[in-house]
T-cell receptor, first 114, second 113 residues
Framework: SQQGEEDPQALSIQEGENATMNCSYK?????LQWYRQNSGRGLVHLIL?????REKHSGRLRVTLDTSKKSSSLLITASRAADTASYFC??????????????FGAGTRLFVKA | EAQVTQNPRYLITVTGKKLTVTCSQN?????MSWYRQDPGLGLRQIYY???????DKGDVPEGYKVSRKEKRNFPLILESPSPNQTSLYFC????????????FGQGTRLTVV
């Protein structure tokens, strides 16, 4: 299975509700990032959380990281129809050559009904 | 405006006909990479480059080549495309080794018939 796995695969909520997406990973990481993708378009960076951080906020976004459980969650509060998109977590894993690989999960598709 | 530019956006080609997808960034980023996105599989890294003349394989490099002769450009080359390379391709760039956000191009939708 992949390094980053989002849960759930799809989520449908009403406007104004909160949306929570989870991400699990397998190896040690330097940081974890969340991205958003509108249908068929490029990914847009939302937030980065480093391995020594536990929580981070940006506007209506709240990200938590639990390195002991190798998991992260993204909370979008007071969702809007414009939040409808796919959300991906990405982790950076150091590899033996000294480089690193950025590994994306399969994503959570969020649909916010107006 | 800071951006990553991919061309073409859409391409239909035939099996075996060599093609190149260009990628250019104007942010002086050291790190660039190529991904392919397929339904249910998320983004998978094809190749990456940590700087000029430094490239390495990602998770799915078979059937692809890259070059990094200049810092701003990172073309993806398919020497002999096959139908299983039909996919949505993204180029991305960032400073250093992933400690900062990655900027993505708008994608290239490739169909190989």
């Amino acid at each position: 299975s992949q390094q980053g796995e989002e849960d759930p695969q799809a989520l449908s909520i009403q406007e104004g509700e909160n949306a929570t997406m989870n991400c699990s990973y397998k190896t040690s990481i330097n940081n974890l990032q969340w991205y958003r993708q509108n249908s068929g378009r490029g990914l847009v960076h939302l937030i980065l959380i480093r391995s020594n951080e536990r929580e981070k906020h940006s506007g209506r976004l709240r990200v938590t990281l639990d390195t002991s459980k190798k998991s992260s969650s993204l909370l979008i509060t007071a969702s809007r129809a414009a939040d409808t998109a796919s959300y991906f977590c990405a982790t950076d894993a150091v590899i033996y050559t000294g480089g690193f690989k950025t590994i994306f999960g399969a994503g959570t598709r969020l649909f916010v009904k107006a | 405006e800071a951006q990553v530019t991919q061309n073409p956006r859409y391409l239909i080609t035939v099996t075996g006909k060599k093609l190149t997808v260009t990628c250019s960034q104007n942010m002086n980023h050291e790190y660039m990479s190529w991904y392919r996105q397929d339904p249910g599989l998320g983004l998978r890294q094809i190749y990456y480059s940590m700087n000029v003349e430094v490239t390495d394989k990602g998770d799915v490099p078979e059937g692809y080549k890259v070059s990094r002769k200049e810092k701003r450009n990172f073309p993806l080359i398919l020497e002999s495309p096959s139908p299983n390379q039909t996919s949505l391709y993204f180029c991305a760039s960032s400073f250093f080794r992933g400690d900062t956000e990655a900027f993505f191009g708008q994608g290239t939708r490739l169909t190989v018939v």
